[in-house]
């Protein structure tokens, strides 16, 4: 990413305080990672049975972890660790190896975010197959009479904080995806009832587990409740609420509960930081108990909750500075150095339960603590990488705070059949995570403080006015659209005033015949640019070298980038305002121009999508991922500066 913003971040986060020679190369959330790819899940020793790999919740922690880094960081080799871990136990037909669905164990579903991911990055239907077999065990998974998810089939009645997390972040994602509205009550309902049942009202804790029929043994006879206030339980429902959040409906009636439900949970969280390290114990409330200690991936849970909920706004500015002494506690209290741009992270409990055989768990704290205490557990891994992604973006300088990037959805109209068999629009929009998509540039913007928005009407002086850029991208041709909306005068006059007001314009067109251009040409010719009919940089096959740019040093506007991938490019002609802002062999590829109070950006091809600056398609030396941290940087500051 753009030195500027993410190269600066390391220092900020203090990474400097580790003393450790040649330690800042990458970021902490990609150390980790790479220990990760090295040391789990790749051989016996790691959650692996004899007869080879085991379906478990564990690698979708590291997973979740390795996701968030690969959208930092552009960087498509821990999408491609996602993959490989994944097509592990898929046949094409989706059918999951060594998952048994009548066992109906709640961990098991959480690999499914996995899952989901891989769908929408890639289409392909084996992914969406096996996330369908997850969702039907959600279907028919036993519940408590209130309806509450049963934690597992062989532990009737009882409802667990782990199992929030693991089945109800990929619940909601697979309703959003397959347009399961109904689902979206039963959701909310899981934590409604789970902290009814399970919070303390006099510390806000949650118990760890609670058995509605009281007959278990740790249960507490008259409430049902296990004895303890568990801190990694702790953490994967703070952990569950902030990831739920992402795909809960805006308008729903119950959304505003689960954000009071955070809060909540949060405020709790924050009583029983330790004010010396920063970090939480295993027994969240017992401190000063002999036995305890601090441990490493509940206060990776709680850090990430807190920092997330933040970076949301679903909890208060407030709650930064636990977020960020939580960090500085992480780092110093749980993790070592293991060699060139690798760590490890310390004192992870390996797990903690209730009830089960041959060894009964009763829920006692000499229960707890008697557990292991290891190096590198993927849950406590999976769950740091988390924390450290967002203690990260938290970093980087909000430089765009205030403003909004609105992409154009008119002229650019295009419509595909969706998962669910309907038809739902795509190409270049801010959640398409597929090739097609914008997400990963509206992340860039987002994660400079900059909101981003849709247009799906004409441009108007009115409905402009909230926006400080607009993306225009790719104007349909009719073989695209039955019936595209072209530009013309009326709609490049308004466009114009907008940008001669201060407003800030990107054109990202593409070559003739996959674009509409003669009739579009009326408006950047406002400005003195002028997209050509022609087709530049052609590419065959995977012969990447032929649509090569490089940048030179000191370009106004790529400031890192050295060398980006852009292909059949329509070619520019700038006349004044409008100036060459990137030239190669004599076309000018890109150009901008000074209009009133106002900035255009001109370049003949939308080469900031997913498909260029995922990291997953292109050969390592080419920088479309860092160019576009450059450009939404030069774009910020484009905008006018508000007296």
């Known amino acids: 990413m753009k030195r500027s913003i993410l190269y600066t971040a390391i220092a900020c986060l203090g990474l400097s305080t580790l003393s450790l020679t040649g330690f800042a190369q990458k970021k902490l959330s990609e150390q980790l990672t790479l220990t990760a790819m090295e040391k789990l899940f790749q051989d016996t020793t790691a959650l692996k049975s004899a007869k080879g790999p085991k379906w478990t919740y564990d690698m979708g922690v590291v997973l979740e972890g390795a996701a968030a880094v690969w959208r930092n960081t552009g960087d498509g080799k821990y999408f491609k660790y996602i993959q490989s871990s994944m097509d592990a136990y898929l046949d094409k037909e989706g059918n999951i190896s ?34 369908n077999k997850l969702y039907d065990q959600l279907q028919n998974q036993p519940r408590t009479k209130e309806g509450g998810f049963w934690h597992k089939k062989i532990y009737p009645n009882q409802m667990w904080l782990d ?18 509205d109904a689902a979206f009550d039963d959701i909310a309902n ?85 004010a010396k390290s920063g970090v939480w114990y295993d027994i969240l409330d017992l401190a000063t108990k002999k036995g305890n200690y601090l441990e490493s991936s509940a206060s990776s849970m709680f850090v990430y909750g807190l920092a997330k909920g933040v970076r949301k706004g679903w909890l208060p500015q407030s709650f930064t500075a636990a977020a960020k002494k939580g960090y500085a506690g ?10 060139d741009e690798r760590v490890n992270l310390t004192k992870t409990v390996s797990v903690s339960g209730l009830g089960g055989k041959p060894k009964y768990r009763d829920g006692s704290f ?56 309907d038809k739902i629009p795509f190409h270049y929009l801010w959640d398409e995570d597929d090739n097609n998509g914008f997400s990963l540039l509206g992340k860039v913007f987002n994660d400079a403080g900059v909101k981003t928005s849709t247009l799906k009407s004409a441009p108007t002086a009115a409905n402009l006015k909230g926006s400080n850029v607009y993306i225009i991208v790719d104007p349909d041709t009719e073989k695209e659209t039955a019936n595209p909306n072209f530009m013309n005068a009326e709609h490049a006059k308004q466009v114009s005033e907008w940008v001669k007001a201060g407003g800030v ?17 009326v408006l950047p010719e406002s400005f003195g640019i002028k997209f050509n009919e022609d087709s530049r940089n052609r590419v065959q096959g995977a012969n990447f070298e032929q649509g090569a740019i490089k940048i030179p040093a000191g370009n106004s506007i790529f400031k890192t980038a050295k060398k980006v991938y852009i292909k059949e490019i329509s070619t520019i002609v700038a006349k004044a305002p409008a100036v060459s802002a990137l030239s190669e062999g004599g076309d000018v590829v890109i150009a901008t121009a000074k209009y009133g109070k106002g900035t255009v950006f001109a370049v003949g091809d939308p080469w900031f999508y997913n498909e260029y600056i995922d990291g997953r398609k292109l050969p390592a030396e080419f920088e479309n991922f860092k160019a576009t941290n450059d450009l939404v940087n030069w774009l910020i500051k484009q905008v006018p500066v508000k007296k």
């Not at 049902?224 to 795909?247: E, K, T």
């Not at 992480?330 to 060699?339: C, Q, T, V």
């Not at 203690?391 to 300088?397: D, S």
């Open 98 to 131: 060594t998952y048994k669905p009548e066992d109906f164990n709640i961990d098991n579903i959480k690999n499914g975010r996995s899952l989901l991911l891989l769908y929408k990055v890639t289409g392909q239907q084996k992914y969406l197959l096996a996330a």
């Open 163 to 180: 199992g929030l997390y693991m089945g109800e972040p990929f619940y909601a994602e697979y309703a959003k995806l397959m347009k399961k």
């Open 190 to 274: 899981q934590f409604i009832w789970m902290e009814k049942n399970a919070r303390d009202p006099k510390t806000g804790l949650l118990y760890h587990g609670y058995d509605e029929s009281r007959a278990e043994k740790w249960a507490d006879p008259k409430t049902g409740l296990s004895p303890h206030f568990w801190g990694r339980a702790m953490g994967w429902y703070i952990m569950a609420l902030v990831d739920v959040l992402d795909n809960f409906p805006e308008n729903h009636p119950k959304r505003k509960e689960l954000i009071a439900i955070l809060n909540r949970t949060a405020t709790a969280t924050l009583k029983y930081q330790d």
């Open 330 to 339: 992480l780092k110093k209290e749980f993790i070592e150095k293991a060699g």
């Open 366 to 421: 000499e229960y707890y603590i008697s557990e292991k205490v290891i190096t590198n557990d993927p849950k406590g891994v999976g769950a740091f990488i988390c924390a450290s992604s967002e203690m990260e973006i938290a970093a980087l300088p909000k430089t765009g705070k205030g403003l909004t990037v609105t992409v154009d959805n008119f002229f650019n109209n295009e419509y595909m059949t969706g998962p669910t068999g």
């Open 505 to 521: 314009l990107v054109l990202l067109l593409n070559d003739v015949g996959n674009c509409e251009l003669t009739k579009f040409n």
